[in-house]
């Protein structure tokens, strides 16, 4: 049985060296190769890819806000998280929204065919060097919930467009709503989250792997 993988990354030399790797598998077949997330969703629910490979920065809509879509629409389909970020913040962010598997791309030449093999089993895989992360994260679970289980899947893409600093009315072209439901969502945010001005926001963004600092 062939293996079917969607790629999607935006830095193009990074998404051409993964089709290589992955094709060079007699197994494996890359049905798409794209360099928008939200592509990544749609050809998803359209084409039902066995595994998505994403990265986690991407823009507009991680990569971790992009799996919550796709294993919403598309139970089947199993996502693996490339990043750059090996920290607990973005590997636990990732785990929660339904990713199968975590490689960190330092390590992707060597680790993705691996990963593909034994998330298509219906195993999970992560970077050798996550594990103690993630091993660490059970034996000293915070007492506290994470702050982003308080937001919607909505509100959630919502704050990284504006942590980008995309203009309210740009944010409500690129995700089909009203001007005014954009402001809606941001003030509810801002009240579930306890963040009274918008520098803290963004800063609350970046620090928990909505939004990269670049």
Same mark, same amino acid.
């Given at each position: 049985?062939?293996?079917? &993988? /969607?790629? +999607?990354?935006?830095? %193009?030399?990074?998404?051409?060296?993964? $089709?290589?790797?992955?094709e060079a598998?007699?197994?494996?077949?890359?049905?798409?190769?794209?360099?928008?997330?939200?592509?990544?969703?749609?050809l998803s629910i359209e084409r039902?890819?066995?595994?998505?490979?994403?990265?986690?920065?991407?823009?507009?809509?991680?990569?971790?806000?992009?799996?919550?879509?796709?294993?919403?629409?598309?139970?089947?389909?199993?996502?693996?998280i490339?990043?750059?970020?090996?920290?607990?913040?973005? &590997? /636990?962010? +990732?785990?929660?929204? %339904?990713?199968?598997?975590?490689?960190? $791309?330092?390590?992707?030449?060597?680790?993705?065919?691996?990963?593909?093999?034994?998330?298509?089993k219906g195993e999970r895989y992560l970077s050798k060097e996550l594990v103690e992360v993630v091993l660490d994260q059970v034996a000293h679970k915070a007492a506290s919930e994470d702050p982003l289980e308080r937001?919607?899947?909505?509100?959630?893409?919502?704050l990284q467009l504006l942590a980008e600093g995309h203009p309210v009315a740009h944010i409500a072209v690129t995700l089909s709503l009203s001007p005014k439901t954009v402001e809606t969502y941001r003030a509810r945010m801002m009240e579930k989250l306890e963040i009274h001005d918008f520098?803290?926001?963004v800063r609350f963004a970046i620090q928990h792997g909505i939004t990269p600092l670049e």
């Open positions: 049985m062939t293996i079917r &993988v /969607l790629i +999607a990354d935006d830095h %193009g030399v990074v998404a051409d060296g993964l $089709k290589f790797i992955v598998q007699a197994d494996m077949e890359v049905i798409a190769c794209v360099q928008d997330s939200r592509e990544a969703v749609r039902r890819p066995d595994i998505v490979l994403i990265d986690h920065a991407m823009p507009l809509l991680n990569g971790a806000e992009a799996t919550h879509l796709i294993r919403e629409r598309c139970p089947e389909t199993h996502v693996i490339l990043s750059m970020y090996s920290n607990r913040v973005h &590997v /636990l962010r +990732a785990l929660q929204a %339904g990713a199968s598997g975590y490689v960190v $791309k330092k390590s992707a030449a060597k680790e993705v065919v691996e990963a593909i093999r034994a998330v298509h937001l919607s899947s909505r509100e959630r893409q919502v520098a803290t926001l």
